[in-house]
C-alpha cells in the first residue's frame, strides 16, 4: 500500500479549498544523475522546508526531495491551526519529564508559535496569521480542569494569553449548544497551511536549496557520507533529514513502528456573509474541541467555515467525504446541517502512541523528525529549525525533544493497522459518553 497515491494522483494536489486558492509554484525538476551536498532533506512539508531554509541560511549546500509536490501532505491540507503548547499539557509533562524539562518544552513550544508568525510576515509568505484558538469542552464536567490548566499557565508559566471561558461566555463566541466551557488563547493562531508551505519553498529556493519533486527514494545507505537513491538519481550526502510524517511508508522501519499514518477529513462551505459568520464564531478565531476524535474548524479569509474531523478505519478515503464530515459539522452547527459545500478533501498525518513528536538520530549523520500528532503547523516548522541547529552543532533542543519518551507499536507495523481501527472505535465510543 503506497499513501503517495491510493488516495492521490501522481503530481496533483487534491482538491481542497486550500490548492485552489493557494499561489502555487511552478513545478520543480524531477532529482537527475549523480548530485552531491552537505544535507539531502527527503519530504518537502514544514519540517522539510524549514530544515532546508534555515540550513542555507547557514551556509550548508542542500537538497530537498520530495516524492510528490511541495505541501502535498497533511502540511498542505490540514486545518491550519497553529496551536500553543506541546500536543501534552504541561500537567501530563511535568510528571513524564520532571518540572525542568517540562519548562524547557513549554519555551520550545512558544518558540514554535513565534516562528510561524515571523516567517508569515516575510513577503515570499502569502499568508496571514490571524489571532486566537478556543478549545472548547464538549462535556460539563471537563471545565473545571480547563479553568484550572489556564490559571496554572498564567501562575506557573507566566503566559498570560489564555484565560477560561465558562458557559455563558463560550456560548456567546460559538453559536452552538456542543460546548460547555473552554479556554481563549490569543498566543494561538490560524492561517492557511498550503500558502504557509508555498511561502517557506520560495524562500527556500531563494537561499539555495536545490528542490527536487517527483522524487521518491527507494533507499538510503547509512553510510558516511550517506547514499540516497531515487529513481533517476543518486545522491551523496553529509547528513540526511528525515521529514517524511505520515508519508514514510517503509524507507525506514525503525521510525515506521513509532509513527502510524492516519486520515482526517474537512470540507470548504460556499462564503457565508460577515454577520452570520461573526454571529457563528466570534472574532475570527479559530476553534478545537475536547473530543479524543477532534472536531476542528474556523472561517477562510474569503468567508468560508472549514471544518475538520471525523474518524476513519482504513487508509482509503472516504468515496463521499462531504457526507461524512456533514455528520459532525451539523452535530455542531445544526443551522449548518444542509449548507451548501464546495471542496471536501483528505490527508494523512503522523501520530504516536504518545502524541508527542518523534525526534531520533538513526546515526550520527541522519536524523528523524515526525509524528506531530495533529499539531504540526508550528511544531514541524520549529522541528526544522530545530534539525538545522543540531547539525550545526547546537542539538540541546533536539536532544531534549528525542529524550521524550516513545513507545514502538505493539507488533511493530503490521499491527499498526488493525490497532488503528481498534483504537478509533474505542475512543469514538468514549467521545459519546
Known amino acids: 500500500m503506497n499513501?503517495?497515491?491510493?488516495?492521490?494522483?501522481?503530481?496533483?494536489?487534491?482538491?481542497?479549498y486550500y490548492a485552489a486558492v493557494s499561489h502555487q509554484l511552478g513545478m520543480f525538476p524531477k532529482a537527475n544523475g549523480a548530485l552531491k551536498c552537505d544535507i539531502c532533506i527527503v519530504g518537502g512539508g514544514y519540517t522539510g522546508l524549514s530544515s532546508a531554509l534555515h540550513l542555507a541560511q547557514k551556509g550548508y549546500d542542500v537538497i530537498l526531495l520530495d516524492a510528490q509536490r511541495i505541501g502535498f501532505g497533511a502540511s498542505g491540507r490540514n486545518g491550519g491551526q497553529v496551536g500553543q503548547g506541546q500536543r501534552l499539557d504541561q500537567d501530563e509533562l511535568e510528571p513524564l519529564m520532571g518540572k525542568d524539562?517540562?519548562?524547557?518544552?513549554?519555551?520550545?513550544?512558544?518558540?514554535?508559535?513565534d516562528l510561524v508568525r515571523k516567517l508569515a510576515k516575510d513577503e515570499l509568505v502569502e499568508c496571514d496569521?490571524?489571532?486566537g484558538i478556543?478549545?472548547?469542552?464538549?462535556r460539563k464536567r471537563y471545565v473545571a480542569d480547563s479553568l484550572d490548566y489556564a490559571k496554572k499557565l498564567q501562575d506557573d508559566y507566566g503566559y498570560d494569553k489564555i484565560r477560561g471561558l465558562e458557559q455563558d461566555e463560550i456560548r456567546s463566541l460559538i453559536d452552538s449548544d456542543a460546548y460547555f466551557g473552554g479556554t481563549l488563547d490569543m498566543g494561538a493562531g490560524h492561517i492557511n497551511p498550503l500558502a504557509f508551505a508555498f511561502g517557506l519553498a520560495r524562500m527556500a529556493k531563494a537561499a539555495g536549496v536545490r528542490i527536487f519533486e517527483q522524487s521518491l527514494v527507494q533507499d538510503i545507505e547509512q553510510t558516511s557520507p550517506a547514499i540516497i537513491t531515487t529513481e533517476n538519481a543518486i545522491i551523496n550526502a553529509k547528513y540526511v533529514i528525515l521529514a517524511c510524517n505520515g508519508y514514510l511508508g517503509d524507507l525506514n522501519k525503525k521510525v515506521a513502528s513509532v509513527v502510524m499514518p492516519i486520515n482526517n477529513y474537512i470540507v470548504a462551505t460556499k462564503p457565508l456573509p460577515l454577520e452570520q459568520r461573526e454571529k457563528?464564531?466570534?472574532?475570527?478565531?479559530?476553534?478545537?474541541?475536547?473530543?479524543?476524535?477532534?472536531n476542528y474548524f474556523r472561517f477562510s479569509d474569503d468567508g468560508r467555515l472549514l471544518f475538520g474531523g471525523t474518524e476513519s478505519y482504513g487508509y482509503r478515503f472516504p468515496k463521499d467525504i462531504a457526507r461524512k464530515v456533514r455528520k459532525p459539522l451539523g452535530q455542531i452547527f445544526p443551522q449548518l446541517k444542509d449548507i451548501q459545500i464546495d471542496y471536501s478533501w483528505g490527508g494523512t498525518l503522523g501520530i504516536t502512541m504518545s502524541r508527542m513528536p518523534h525526534f531520533e538520530r538513526l546515526k550520527g549523520n541522519i536524523l528523524s523528525l515526525s509524528g506531530f500528532s495533529g499539531h504540526g503547523v508550528a511544531m514541524a516548522t520549529l522541528a526544522g529549525q530545530i534539525a538545522a541547529d543540531a547539525i550545526?552543532?547546537?542539538?540541546?533542543?533536539?536532544?531534549?525533544m528525542a529524550k521524550v519518551p516513545n513507545m514502538r507499536f505493539p507488533g511493530g507495523t503490521l499491527m499498526r493497522t488493525p490497532l488503528l481501527i481498534l483504537a478509533m472505535l474505542y475512543y469514538s465510543m468514549r467521545d459519546k459518553l
Do not use: C
Not at 457563528?280 to 477532534?294: P, Q
Not at 550545526?392 to 531534549?400: I, N, P, S, V
Open 3 to 16: 499513501l503517495l497515491t491510493i488516495n492521490d494522483r501522481m503530481a496533483e494536489y487534491p482538491p481542497s
Open 101 to 113: 524539562d517540562a519548562l524547557k518544552l513549554w519555551k520550545i513550544a512558544n518558540q514554535s508559535v
Open 129 to 131: 496569521f490571524h489571532d
Open 134 to 138: 478556543i478549545h472548547a469542552d464538549h
Open 280 to 294: 457563528l464564531i466570534s472574532h475570527n478565531y479559530a476553534v478545537a474541541d475536547s473530543k479524543f476524535v477532534v
Open 392 to 400: 550545526a552543532g547546537q542539538a540541546e533542543r533536539f536532544d531534549l
